[in-house]
């Protein structure tokens, strides 16, 4: 019997957003909960060209993970039934990269959704996260999975490792504002300091997270926001005791809360990359900006996060 050729790959593109982890990094490694939220400002575009021979990946930005990309692409096509290669997968992204804002992840969905698409296959949503978590796992080694989660959600979820993303309804919206310290890190390494720490230093410091992570949490669903930004401050502390905080990111987040935050912490692997505050308006979020540029942030962005 004879088998029917595959049909040409088609032109594609596929794209995803940034993320924020709100509370809950490094611990979420370990099995603690977080908390996180896609960050819309930013986001990561994959075109697909077919073209003949070995797969090609062209990207402008520095210090992106080729090879674990290529592995998703592969292990993308071969889920779709097709054979590796006749493809060049070109990146475009405006996610600054090691900077804590999921630009490993998005891409990697980026280019699970677009190699998807060119194969003109819809893949369900639980293939997407597998598929993009082979990159996320090249890239930091020990990857909880967050980052994938917190681009594909639709707003701030709760996540636990191995388990999928809850939605966390919020009272009332409340604004999130990131800023940049300009410091490039890596999260392999920021992750491996933190698996090293002794305990019950590191004990103690994953059980402050989780207490921060349970009160961000209530504080979202009761809309009380103050409590909300002395969870952030909370965490920050933890996170500190654990060596990822920097002289600048300390800096930010006192700039932050001096310009009115309801709360401020660094976001992501930390040893750089950024900080994220919390204010309950527009108007509060704008100062926090301006506050946050003052005090050496290279890049600012502020978010309505909703319910
Ligand atoms: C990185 O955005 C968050 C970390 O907790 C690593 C991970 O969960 O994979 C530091």
């Known amino acids: 019997m004879s088998v029917a050729a595959a049909p040409p790959l088609l032109h594609a593109q596929g794209a995803a957003c940034g ?23 930013v986001n990561a575009t994959v075109r697909v060209l077919p073209v003949a021979g070995p797969l090609q990946i062209e990207t402008d930005q520095a210090g992106v993970d080729t090879q674990g990309l290529a592995q998703v692409a ?21 996610i600054p990269p090691q900077a804590g804002l999921g630009s490993s992840a998005a891409t990697a969905i980026a280019v699970v959704r677009a190699v998807a698409a060119a194969c003109d296959i819809a893949l ?39 388990e999928p993303s809850v939605p966390v309804p919020l009272k009332s919206p409340v604004w999130l504002i990131v800023g940049d310290s300009g410091t490039p890190r890596n999260t392999r390494n920021a992750v491996a300091a933190v698996s090293g720490q002794p305990d019950p230093l590191r004990t103690r410091a994953f059980d402050v997270i989780a207490e921060a992570t349970s009160q961000l949490e209530l504080a979202l669903r009761e809309g009380n926001l103050d409590s909300a930004g002395a969870a952030l401050n909370l965490a920050h502390t933890a996170l500190s005791s654990l060596g990822v905080s920097t002289p600048a990111l ?26 994220v505050a919390l204010s309950a308006d527009e108007a509060g979020a704008q100062r926090v900006q301006t506050a946050l540029r003052k005090a050496g942030a290279v890049t600012t962005f502020a ?5």
């Open 19 to 41: 993320k924020v982890i709100l509370v809950g990094e490094h611990a979420v490694v370990h099995g603690c909960p977080a908390l996180a939220a896609p960050l819309r400002a």
């Open 124 to 162: 369900p949503p639980d293939a997407l996260v597998e598929l993009a978590d082979i990159g996320e796992q090249a890239a930091h080694g020990r990857a909880s999975g967050v980052d994938v989660a917190a681009c594909l959600a639709e707003g701030a979820v709760r996540f636990v490792r191995g």
């Open 74 to 94: 592969h292990a993308t096509l071969a889920r779709c039934g097709r054979e590796a290669g006749g493809l060049t997968l070109r990146i475009q992204s405006n």
């Open 303 to 307: 978010e309505r996060l909703t319910p």
């Open 250 to 275: 300390n800096a930010l987040c006192q700039a932050a809360t001096h310009a009115g935050a309801l709360g401020a912490k660094l976001t992501g692997a930390g040893c750089g990359g950024c900080v």
